[in-house]
């Protein structure tokens, strides 16, 4: 079992940037993705970035450019840099682990349990 935990959130100005981090803990395999989700209210869950074992990247076009996605295969942890933060990035963000490369929220297997990244002026 792999448990992800996020940190990092919290209440931004349009403009601001943030890093969220996410920590895995429990059984790790070989090889997995790691990715960041984020459902907004009244909305369905989104995707918004993922990161291969070899650092291979995939973003979501709204936050392409504003957005990096990193991870440590060391310390079995991922980053999401957050730069230009706009009103519209408002969500709570979940960090997921999967054993195969997908944009699909179904691909993957470990979910943590969310933060709240608020942007309002």
């Known amino acids: 079992q792999v448990q992800p935990v996020e940190s990092g959130g919290g209440l931004m100005q349009p403009g601001d940037s943030l890093k969220l981090s996410c920590a895995t803990s429990g059984r790790t395999f070989s090889s997995y993705v790691m990715a960041w989700f984020r459902q907004a209210p009244g909305k369905e869950r989104e995707f918004v970035a993922a990161?291969?074992?070899?650092?291979?990247?995939s973003y979501a076009d709204s936050v392409k450019g504003r957005f990096t996605i990193s991870r440590d295969n060391v310390k079995n942890t991922s980053d999401l840099q957050m730069n230009s933060l706009k009103p519209e990035d408002t969500a709570v963000y979940y960090c997921?682990?999967?054993?195969?490369?997908?944009?699909?929220?179904?691909?993957?297997?470990?979910w943590g349990q969310g933060a709240q990244v608020t942007v309002s002026s």
């Open positions: 997921a682990v999967g054993r195969r490369w997908s944009l699909s929220i179904n691909e993957y297997d470990y």
């Open positions: 990161i291969t074992w070899s650092s291979v990247t």
